[in-house]
């Protein structure tokens, strides 16, 4: 199926946060998803470019396997949220520096969060061009080096700012917004419960509007 979503737009600076596909998930799960799928009206997994993930990617990993995607459930074979399957797509981001705020101080447009103490805050890769929703901020929390650290103010369209209180983040560092919760990682379903979107929702325009890219 022919994915409607607008097309990868590149972030601030040309760096654009990373929406990195996993095929050993992808493979770990098909087989997981056919069982799921047996019986009951199966999803469309082509839809919406496969869901984010890229519809020629899942069809060539797939017609590897010997599979056929007609009768496999889609939330099992990418791993969304209650599926209990592992998560195909993750967001990664990178910190461009950061910077001290004071307490009082407000961060992004509008101010909607002001620091209750002196800390630190990062730049962060990774806007509502890109899928993370706007009402992302100030509810959820991304992780950089294993810690989490708390979205806040408003989310730009190409960046965010993460309070990183004490922690040391060096330039470059990755953010993980969403991910495997095995790894650590925040779960999607902390997105879908800030948003009220769904899964599927998320992923198919974070898949396309990030940099998207396939990992072993």
């Not at 607008?6 to 050993?24: F, K, M, T, Y």
């Not at 099992?76 to 910190?95: C, M, N």
């Not at 620091?115 to 890109?130: E, F, I, M, R, W």
């Not at 990183?164 to 779960?187: K, L």
Request: include cysteine; hydrophobic fraction near 45%.
């Amino acid at each position: 199926m022919t994915s409607t979503l607008p097309a990868r737009l590149p972030a601030a600076g040309g760096v654009a946060p990373v929406a990195l596909v996993s095929e050993s998930a992808l493979r770990q799960n098909a087989p997981l998803a056919l069982a799921a799928g047996t019986g009951s009206r199966a999803d469309d997994v082509f839809a919406a470019d496969a869901w984010g993930h890229g519809a020629e990617w899942v069809a060539s990993v797939l017609s590897d396997l010997g599979m056929d995607a007609a009768p496999l459930d889609a939330a099992v074979l990418f791993g969304l949220p209650g599926s209990h399957a592992r998560p195909v797509l993750s967001l990664r981001g990178r910190a461009l520096g950061t910077k001290p705020l004071l307490r009082g101080e407000g961060v992004s447009y509008g101010y909607t969060h002001r620091a209750p103490l002196d800390t630190t805050v990062a730049l962060v890769t990774g806007g509502y061009a890109q899928g993370v929703v706007r009402s992302l901020g100030n509810a959820v929390s991304v992780s950089i080096d294993g810690r989490r650290h708390r979205i806040v103010g408003r989310v730009a369209m190409d960046v965010c700012v993460v309070d990183v209180e004490d922690a040391v983040v060096p330039r470059g560092s990755e953010v993980v917004f969403f991910g495997d919760p095995v790894a650590g990682h925040p779960s999607l379903r902390e997105w879908t419960d800030a948003t009220g979107l769904t899964p599927a929702e998320i992923i198919a325009v974070v898949g396309v509007r990030a940099d998207r890219r396939v990992t072993a």
